[in-house]
T-cell receptor, first 110, second 114 residues
């Protein structure tokens, strides 16, 4: 049974800071990885995905994946108050079942 | 962007009653999912479907049934609602290939079972 853990549970950073969010998974057969963002009272929305080891950058967001370490992360450069949200990581082992972490609640203060 | 709608948005039900949550998507996605979201648990998969007429069990299917009568519609049915099913329910759809599909979520249904 896949176990997906996120850290930290919550985070407060000043505007302009670099923010790092972490996700670990237990199943070494995991193949596909996502970060979703959920603003308060809203639906989760996909931010980025990565399917092979390494790094991927899109604007202020960078995702790192290290399958051997069972770890992937999301880094936000120049964090903005609008980035304040619940961040969810998701892992798929190659079937229809996606497993989500419990989330990291980020607050960016101006 | 994919459009996924859910109804009702809020629902109060009594213990032992039947509850049906509906989901509609207009982007012709084959894959659809039902999740519940509870504090400390993130999103947990209840049922999913890979096309009209198909339903499959997710990680927490007990107490729930699903129905996919068409490409666009996917319902979640609680035959005998219990207070432990009080939660926020999200429907999602995804484009292929199935294992790599980004999921598009509806706005959620807040269910309170008294």
């Amino acid at each position: 049974q896949q176990n997906v853990q996120q850290s930290p549970e919550s985070l407060i950073v000043p505007e302009g800071a670099r923010t790092s969010l972490n996700c670990t998974f237990s199943d070494s057969a995991s193949q596909y990885f996502w970060w979703y963002r959920q603003h308060s009272g809203k639906a989760p929305k996909a931010l980025m995905s990565i399917f092979s080891n390494g790094e991927k950058e899109e604007g202020r967001f960078t995702i790192h994946l290290n399958k051997a370490s069972l770890h992937f992360s999301l880094h936000i450069r120049d964090s903005q108050p609008s980035d304040s949200a619940l961040y969810l990581c998701a892992v798929n082992t190659g079937n229809y079942k996606y497993v989500f972490g419990a989330g990291t609640r980020l607050k960016v203060i101006a | 962007e994919a459009a996924v709608t859910q109804s009702p948005r809020n629902k109060v039900a009594v213990t032992g009653g039947k509850v049906t949550l509906s989901c509609n998507q207009t982007n012709n996605h084959n894959n659809m999912y039902w999740y519940r979201q509870d504090t400390g648990h993130g999103l947990r998969l209840i049922h999913y479907s890979y096309g009209a007429g198909s339903t499959e069990k997710g990680d927490i299917p007990d107490g729930y049934k699903a129905s996919r009568p068409s490409q666009e519609n996917f319902s979640l049915i609680l035959e005998l609602a219990t207070p432990s099913q009080t939660s926020v329910y999200f429907c999602a759809s995804g484009d292929e290939p199935i294992n790599q599909d980004t999921q598009y979520f509806g706005p959620g249904t807040r269910l309170l079972v008294l």
